[in-house]
Nanobody, 118 residues
């Protein structure tokens, strides 16, 4: 069964930290670059960080220096360590393959809500 399950979100104050987890079921996720996406109310879902099979990472400018993405291949799990959180980081966070292809729409999980208070 192909499935992504996100967890770890919550409510924090500005400057706080959270660690998100994405438990993946299915061989495809072991073979592909994985990423964390986020969607704020009224906005599109955007990629914020990605990690390749061999651990190379990339970040959108707004989170560089604050977020760290990693993956544990043995556990088929992807993590997002979020530090120095800002109110503009408030969103629902999802994981999925990168880039999104024709099959990716079927992989979206329920996401995990991150709320940062000022």
């Amino acid at each position: 069964q192909v499935q992504l399950v996100e967890s770890g979100g919550g409510l924090v104050q500005t400057g706080g930290s959270l660690r998100l987890s994405c438990a993946a079921s299915g061989i495809i996720f072991r073979l592909r670059t994985m990423g964390w996406y986020r969607q704020a109310p009224g906005k599109e879902r955007d990629l914020v960080a990605s990690v390749t099979r061999i651990g190379s990472t990339d970040y959108t400018d707004s989170v560089k220096g604050r977020f760290i993405i990693s993956r544990d291949s043995a556990k088929n799990t992807v993590y997002l360590q979020m530090n120095s959180l800002k109110p503009e980081d408030t969103a629902v966070y999802y994981c999925n393959i990168v880039p999104l292809d024709w099959g990716a729409s079927a992989y979206w999980g329920q996401g995990t809500q991150v709320s940062v208070s000022s």
